[in-house]
């Protein structure tokens, strides 16, 4: 859709194009990776583009993810998986270089959020048992299936959730989601959510 020399141009290009996936390459200039990301997680018109960061080193990968993006790669990526990264990227996953992963999660996680347990009280139940299906890894398609819903009332359920929990991403639903307790690592509860 564009391509952008500098940071000031990619942000211009986001509002104007509204792409599904900004990619960001803080390899080749000193670009500073949390910073450009919080800037273009605030373009979207209705919801804020997935952003993939080439990184150098751990602490810009880190800095991305805490300002929302979706996905971090290292600089000696190969073209396949770029290309793989940013198709994972566009479905509504996170990718996170194999290498950087148990650090990167580490000191998101330790520092991500300060838990609003009021924010949490004033989600609804359907709200929270979408947050619960998101935190699993569900896809809005899959979510619309399993609770019976339009896939459009699962967009507008998610967007509420983020809202009242004051999060800037999907991404970060799903690290909250597992900060607070909401879900537990291991195998999904065999029981459907409440309808």
Do not use: W
Not at 71 to 92: C, M, N, P, Q, W
Request: proline content about 5%; overall charge neutral.
């Amino acid at each position: 859709m564009g391509e952008a020399s500098n940071a000031r141009e990619a942000i211009r290009q986001t509002t104007a194009l509204t792409p599904d996936v900004v990619v960001v390459d803080a390899l080749a200039q000193s670009i500073d990776a949390g910073d450009v990301t919080t800037k273009l997680m605030a373009c979207g018109p209705r919801r804020p583009p997935r952003v993939l960061i080439l990184v150098n080193v751990g602490d810009q990968g880190r800095d991305a993810l805490r300002a929302g993006a979706t996905g971090v790669l290292s600089k000696d990526v190969t073209s396949d998986e770029f290309i793989s990264a940013i198709r994972i990227v566009a479905a509504g996953y996170m990718v996170v270089a194999a290498q950087e992963t148990p650090s990167l999660f580490a000191a998101t996680l330790a520092d991500q959020f300060v838990l609003d347990l009021e924010a949490q009280a004033s989600l609804t139940p359907r709200e929270m048992d979408v947050l619960q299906l998101v935190a699993r890894g569900a896809t809005n398609a899959e979510i619309s299936r399993q609770l019976s819903l339009r896939e459009s009332t699962v967009k507008s359920h998610v967007q509420h959730l983020l809202t009242k929990l004051n999060l800037p991403s999907r991404v970060h639903a799903v690290i909250y989601a597992f900060r607070t307790g909401l879900v537990e690592m291991g195998v999904p509860e065999s029981n459907s959510p409440r309808r």
